[in-house]
């Protein structure tokens, strides 16, 4: 279903909203398992970003009956269809995170970063295992039908492609809360101002329990431009139309909401637009980007 715009109590409003932190594991909290997770069907979405990796997102649920911690950084392996692990150039060590505390039955949300060289074979399955239990049978996500861009002419000798993969995990969330949503963007790839932007939102609970939307959850919107150093913001908060919203969205399901925002005094430029659901404490809980270049009449 899609839902119309109804600019009812959005007001005007710049910055963006602090996303929730993610709660760090204690030191002496026993180590997350393989064992004690589940991939959620259906939950694996893979899309190209810059640089030429490419991002594959999951959710897997902890199926334990007490708390553990889990590495924020993990390492992977690819394999091709016939089940040959296939070698890698590197595997970053990526940024410094804490263990993430993971309750029982939390969903966990992660991302993977990949690229494979040019002349490799390409590869069939994401693999990976969390904790150092060797006899733990690895999480396996298929890419088989992922369509790979070809790589960027910006690389040097000096700065060649390597065949790469890592993960991460940024949060663990209860069932049936607004955390366990994504959202996703679909906006113009231009804008006049002062034309109003006109795009949707859509948000999808690939999890398999219904999140309620009572209290009538709100959002915020803006529109970046970065002419040298400091971005130009506008933007507006305001809550959703719940009028028009269902009560709830069921297990793996989504709905589509049609957005607006005003672009009066924005600058023109390469700009970016960045949509937040707020959790009923006013942070946000789940966000999405559209890049979009503005210009003016």
């Known amino acids: 279903m899609t839902v119309p715009w109804n600019p009812a109590g959005v007001r005007s409003l710049a910055d963006l909203v602090l996303a929730a932190a993610p709660q760090h594991a204690p030191a002496n909290l026993p180590q997350c398992e ?3 997770f589940r991939l959620l069907p259906n939950s694996a979405q893979t899309t190209s970003t810059s640089g030429g990796f490419m991002t594959t997102t999951f959710v897997v649920q902890s199926t ?9 950084i993990f390492g992977l392996n690819l394999t091709s269809a016939d089940g040959a692990v296939l070698p890698l150039d590197s595997v970053p060590a990526g940024p410094a995170r804490p263990s993430l505390l993971v309750r ?15 002349g490799r074979p390409v590869p069939a399955r994401l693999g990976f295992a969390f904790g150092d239990t060797p006899s733990v049978r690895p999480i396996s996500i298929s890419v088989a039908d992922v369509s790979i861009p070809a790589h960027s002419g910006s690389h040097t000798p000096q700065n060649a492609w390597q065949s790469t993969v890592y993960g991460l995990l940024t949060s663990a969330v209860d069932p049936g809360t607004l955390a366990t949503l994504t959202a996703k963007v679909v906006a113009p790839a231009t804008v006049r101002v002062p034309d109003s932007l006109r795009y949707t939102v859509t948000l999808t609970n690939t999890t398999n329990t219904t999140v ?26 305001g809550p959703l139309n719940c ?9 793996n399901s989504s709905v589509t909401m049609q957005m607006q925002l005003d672009t009066a005094g924005q600058i023109a430029g390469q700009g970016g637009l960045t949509w937040q659901l707020l959790d009923h404490g006013g942070r946000e809980v789940t966000a999405a980007v559209a890049p979009i270049a503005v210009q003016r009449n």
Not at 64 to 72: L, R
Not at 110 to 117: A, D, H, Q, Y
């Open 243 to 251: 009028s028009d919203l269902p009560p709830a969205i069921p297990a």
């Open 212 to 237: 309620p939307l009572t209290g009538c959850p709100q959002f915020a919107e803006q529109l970046s431009v970065v002419p040298v150093k400091l971005p130009t913001t506008i933007g507006a908060r």
């Open 64 to 72: 334990g009956s007490a708390p553990c911690s889990s590495a924020g």
């Open 104 to 118: 029982a039955h939390q969903f966990v949300f992660g991302s993977i970063w990949w690229t494979v060289k040019p």
């Open 34 to 36: 393989g064992s004690e």
